[in-house]
């Protein structure tokens, strides 16, 4: 059985956004607490990074098993 095409396309951004926001957890956990507008700016990237996850699991529930849990 393949899956929708709208499905497919939202579990690879899905892949993506997951890797994006470890990237950004990553960074966020090596920078300065000294560069205080570098951090302010990788929060807020995350933060919409976890809310376009939290859409699309919304929007396609199937999404939510078997997808690695957003790096708080």
Known sequence: MHDDPALA???????????HAQSLSRRRD???MTAAAELR???TELATVRSHIDKLQQRFPTLR?????PVR
């Open 41 to 43: 700016s990788l929060e």
């Open 9 to 19: 396309q939202a579990r690879n951004f899905l892949g993506d956004l997951c890797q």
């Open 65 to 69: 098993t078997g997808t690695p849990t």
């Open 30 to 32: 090596s920078v300065s």
